[in-house]
């Protein structure tokens, strides 16, 4: 079993930029594929991007495709998610997660997804 722990939250102003971890224990990383996922109070839990095991290939929520960019250092057991041009309606709590192989959702969807995180706060100032 893996443990998650994300990092890297806090509260920044519109048009900043944010680098958010998410660090595993337990399992080497190179044995999962990743994602990040966000929620927003009384919002469901939505996609943000996913890689796979080795980091060849990458998805993105269409919505966030060119601000947010998702990687991995399967050495340190890091995945990072580097967000630019903050938005207010970027504010959530994000979420790292870990399945051991996609389905052909590309992980968009939280059900793929065997472990979580306990989230890291992001609140975009306007």
């Known amino acids: 079993q893996v443990q998650l722990v994300e990092s890297g939250g806090g509260l920044v102003q519109a048009g900043d930029s944010l680098a958010l971890s998410c660090t595993a224990s337990?399992?080497?990383?190179?044995?999962?594929?990743m994602g990040w996922f966000r929620q927003a109070p009384g919002k469901d839990r939505e996609f943000v991007a996913s890689?796979?095991?080795?980091?060849?290939?990458?998805y993105y929520a269409i919505s966030l495709k060119g601000r947010f960019t998702i990687s991995r250092d399967n050495a340190k057991n890091t995945v990072s998610l580097q967000m630019n041009s903050l938005k207010p309606e970027d504010t959530a709590g994000y979420y790292c997660?870990?399945?051991?192989?996609?389905?052909?959702?590309?992980?968009?969807?939280?059900?793929?997804?065997?472990?979580w995180g306990q989230g890291t706060q992001v609140t975009v100032s306007s």
């Open positions: 997660a870990a399945t051991t192989s996609f389905n052909s959702d590309a992980g968009r969807l939280p059900q793929s997804y065997n472990y």
């Open positions: 337990g399992r080497t990383l190179s044995n999962y594929a």
């Open positions: 890689i796979s095991r080795f980091g060849t290939t990458k």
